[in-house]
């Protein structure tokens, strides 16, 4: 035995003997061998279907809708909808669908909403008469058909997912010749006679917002209003929100960016003609009526 400089004895070091560091070699050889034999065979089925958290979500572009068919009345769900208190279906505006004619409903929103027939989520008759389902964000209902409707009916509806959200649509009689083709909170065809342009940032205090202003027209005109700007605006007959008359000779409801409605002069007379934005309602224009 080996001592310090001190004299004392050294503790001896074991060095770990060939034949140990043989088996610790082994058993490592060993268990990766047996990893490898286990991940190859399904080495393909990894790299397809990688652990959730380095798969990508892929998103799948909106389907484009078609328009709507003759015989087919459109209600706008209204971009906001989702928010307790905002205007929500157009139908509110404009509850008129001739009878025979089917219902699409357009979501303009972003979030999941149904059209359910019924008060609410109490109405022991809810879905009943109709339910759409959910409609994406974007998307429209398949065509909905009132069986058994009659003239002079009114039917209540809401939103399942957001039950604050209801309104009512009212059976009148059907267009000549059946093809009623409405809709409601309007759309993007282009219809005879004076147009009234919305200007793109009309909703800006002080920015120009009717074009043209005054408007020209005669009694009994068909005028249609195509909105420019990006978002809701309507064209509603009166001087403002506190006129008792407003909406009384024409009124659009509400008109969704890049979209147009049709208004008819039929119950004006000559004369000067106020109207404004039930929205923006210090947008405010004149109508010249011959």
């Not at 770990?16 to 070699?25: D, I, Q």
């Not at 008759?125 to 009132?146: A, M, Q």
């Not at 009689?173 to 009623?180: I, L, M, R, S, V």
């Not at 009717?210 to 209003?225: E, Y």
Request: overall charge negative.
């Amino acid at each position: 035995m080996s001592h310090d400089e001190h004299g004392h004895e050294k503790e001896p070091i074991i060095l770990t003997s060939g034949r140990r560091l043989g088996k610790g070699l082994a058993i490592i050889v060993i268990t990766l061998a047996v990893g490898a034999a286990i991940a190859v065979p399904f080495f393909h089925d990894f790299y397809k279907n990688p652990p959730p958290v380095t798969q990508q979500h892929k998103t799948t572009p909106p389907t484009t809708q078609p328009p709507a068919e003759a015989g087919t009345t459109t209600i706008s769900i209204l971009q906001g909808a989702s928010t307790q208190g905002n205007p929500d279906f157009s139908s509110d505006e404009k509850p008129q669908v001739p009878l025979g004619n089917k219902i699409v409903w357009d979501n303009q929103d972003k979030t999941l909403h149904t059209a359910t027939s019924g008060t609410g989520q109490d109405d022991p008759d809810k879905g009943k008469l109709f339910d759409t389902s959910y409609i994406t964000g974007g998307e429209k209902s398949k065509p909905v058909e009132l069986k058994g409707a009659k003239v002079g009916d009114t039917i209540n509806y809401f939103c399942t997912v957001h039950p604050y959200m209801s309104s009512k649509i009212t059976i009148i009689a059907a267009e000549k010749g059946g093809q009623a083709g409405g809709t409601s909170g309007g759309s993007a065809g282009g219809a005879a006679g004076t147009t009234l342009t919305i200007l793109a940032g009309a909703s800006t205090q002080g920015s120009p917002d009717f074009d043209p202003d005054p408007l020209k027209a005669k009694v009994g005109d068909k005028i249609h209003v195509l909105n420019k700007d990006s978002v809701l605006h309507t064209v509603t007959s009166g001087t403002g929100q506190n006129d008792p008359d407003k909406g009384k000779l024409f009124d659009t409801s509400y008109i969704t960016g890049g979209q147009s409605a049709d208004i008819t002069l039929d119950k004006v007379k000559a004369g000067e003609v106020n109207y404004f934005c039930s929205v923006h309602p210090f947008m405010t224009g004149k109508m010249t009526i011959e």
